[in-house]
């Protein structure tokens, strides 16, 4: 049984002759009949019987016939919520992202996409970009986006750059950085990275530490009070009056910038949901 018998019991129920269903099929009627025989056997009962003027269907007919309606229907409902599916996405959409991303562009970011596909359910997970990507490299997130240099080799996109900067109440003296009181902020180990090689490219002498956190709000808020400087990416201080950022360069006096990605998948297009992010990132940024 295939599409083509659905057109044919619905043709034959509704010219109840075999010589006119034949014509507006464009089959002979030897053809027909042969199609007939064939559907009778597969499902193992009369489904017509012959009279000297057509065709009635027997009760095993008309059940099938029902039956075929309803095939039918059930087949175009699927057509058409495909075709809006595609028109408007939607299911569930999965975002790991750094601290930073999250905080100062994901709730413009996902208020402005709600509005335009309210049918997508998003959940999004926060935190260092180390443990979001780990998450993402085992699955557990269809986007991905985090700060600094990762070894992916599918798709990404390049979203932001932030200068690294040193923040301060007062302006500093660059010559004398590792003289003045640091408020060591314990960030993702990539970033940690980037800092240490720029200091000891600058430095010979480590960091003078007097506190340490793992809360930015509270490093900052130390900062603000005047107890010491700390490093992070410019960015983080917007919220923070009063301070001071002066922006880390490298030997070769270009600004040490903390890049932002956006990973996923070459099969995200499969996903309606991950596909239309994409798009709207890729259109904003």
Request: hydrophobic fraction near 35%; charge should be positive; glycine fraction near 4%.
């Amino acid at each position: 049984m295939d599409n083509k018998d659905i057109l044919l019991l619905k043709t034959l129920y509704e010219e109840k002759n075999i010589t006119h269903t034949a014509k507006r099929l464009f089959l002979s009627q030897p053809a027909l009949t042969d199609r007939l025989k064939r559907l009778e056997a597969e499902f193992g009962c009369t489904l017509f019987l012959r009279q000297p003027r057509g065709i009635q269907f027997t009760s095993e007919g008309e059940l099938l016939y029902r039956f075929f309606l309803q095939m039918e229907s059930s087949y175009q409902k699927i057509r058409d919520s495909l075709s809006d599916a595609r028109i408007h996405p939607a299911g569930t959409l999965s975002i790991a992202c750094s601290n930073v991303f999250a905080k100062y562009h994901m709730p413009r970011i996902l208020t402005q996409f709600r509005k335009i596909y309210p049918r997508i359910e998003i959940h999004m997970k926060s935190g260092f970009s180390h443990d979001r990507y780990r998450d993402f490299l085992e699955g557990k997130y269809h986007i991905c986006i985090v700060r600094g240099d990762h070894n992916w080799n599918e798709e990404k996109r390049l979203l932001w750059q932030d200068p690294l900067c040193a923040f301060s109440r007062e302006p500093l003296n660059m010559d004398l950085l590792p003289s003045y009181p640091y408020i060591h902020y314990v960030t993702d180990p990539l970033l940690q990275n980037v800092l240490d090689d720029w200091w000891y490219a600058h430095y010979r002498k480590p960091p003078l530490t007097i506190i340490e956190t793992d809360a930015m709000d509270t490093c900052l808020k130390m900062v603000q009070e005047g107890l010491g400087f700390t490093l992070l990416s410019r960015s983080c201080g917007q919220d923070t009056p009063r301070i001071t950022p002066t922006v880390l360069t490298t030997l070769e006096g270009k600004p040490l910038l903390r890049e932002t990605w956006m990973f996923y998948r070459k099969n995200y297009r499969h996903l309606a949901s991950v596909r239309a992010f994409v798009e709207f990132m890729e259109e904003k940024y």
